[in-house]
């Protein structure tokens, strides 16, 4: 029996609350996790888990070795990881997720130059808009704007998001631009479904003014990448941060609207499990980041240089 092996796999079981789920992180067979927790089990002389057809929950046994095994696991990969690079060897398997809308058009370089320079380190990178918990879904890291969901979690600013409503030069030729964030009221509208402040749209006039309206969408949606699209086709105005609208804005197919009047920026940050704080391989990746993308983003030094966009950052 590998203990250690099993003991991976207990806590990957435990963290998804399913055998299933735990054998496709793995990348093994079903059969293959319940086998390891079966001999584990039988090592212990009682069960880890209660088991039905549709749940699996800890024991008051599987409860109190959680938090020992949790850590235990971490500290032995992380152990590994540090020997590896004491040979110039840094290595293993990284699991990330992130969002779409960061991924597409700025992370292909970025991988490529961390794996040139750690050609050991296998990534597993998950693609979606959606928010997960990293435990939860088997990744060492989220790339998110959304905050930690609980105090196990721990999150590492990276970079600014900004936001800007634009629209194609066609589109407002066609109805005027608006002055005032109410008049966008009299257009069609893309919004991004994600924002925690759902509806409601706080906006930041100069001298510190502000003034606050809720909008109505005629398209809502978790894809930037669409609201993107959707605007390229003069059918609106829309809301993108700009590290998806700046080209396009830079070589004016997208005109910003309202440019006196800032929305408040989110912050990408890496989110991950506390006991995971120490992980190397982690730390290696958001130092790489954070180098890459350092406090003003090379999409919004750009802008900004285009007399487009203002050097003051509103924070959420």
């Not at 086998?35 to 584990?40: A, F, M, S, Y």
Request: hydrophobic share 45%; with cysteine.
């Amino acid at each position: 029996m590998d203990r250690l092996q099993n003991l991976e796999t207990f806590v990957r079981v435990a963290q998804t609350q399913s055998f299933a789920e735990a054998a496709r992180q793995m990348r093994v067979a079903k059969s293959v996790v319940t086998t390891r927790i079966k001999q584990l089990e039988d090592y212990l002389g009682a069960p880890l888990f209660h088991r039905s057809t549709r749940v699996v929950r800890l024991s008051e046994l599987g409860q109190a070795f959680l938090i020992d095994c949790t850590e235990l696991v971490g500290r032995a990969n992380d152990v590994v990881d540090h020997m590896r690079d004491a040979r110039g060897r840094a290595g293993g398997i990284l699991r990330v997720h992130a969002l779409t809308g960061f991924v597409i058009g700025h992370f292909g370089a970025l991988l490529r130059e961390f794996q040139t320079a750690y050609p050991d380190i296998r990534l597993e990178l998950n693609v979606s808009d959606a928010v997960v918990d990293p435990v939860k879904a088997g990744v060492d890291c989220a790339l998110q704007i959304f905050p930690a969901a609980s105090t196990e979690l721990v999150a590492r600013p990276l970079f600014p998001v900004r936001r800007v409503f634009c629209a194609t030069p066609e589109y407002l030729a066609r109805k005027a631009a608006p002055a005032d964030p109410r008049e966008l009221h009299q257009h069609r509208l893309g919004l991004y479904s994600g924002y925690p402040t759902r509806d409601r749209w706080t906006f930041h006039a100069e001298q510190g003014q502000q003034l606050t309206t809720y909008l109505e969408a005629a398209l809502l949606t978790n894809s930037v990448h669409l609201l993107r699209e959707y605007a390229l086709e003069h059918a609106g105005i829309v809301c993108l941060p700009t590290l998806v609208a700046g080209d396009a804005i830079l070589d004016g197919r997208l005109q910003i609207v309202l440019p006196r009047h800032q929305l408040s920026s989110f912050r990408l940050s890496a989110v991950y499990a506390a006991t995971l704080r120490s992980a190397y391989k982690m730390e290696l990746f958001i130092a790489h980041i954070r180098s890459a993308f350092t406090t003003v983003p090379p999409w919004d030094a750009a802008l900004m240089e285009a007399g487009l966009l203002p050097s003051e950052l509103i924070e959420a």
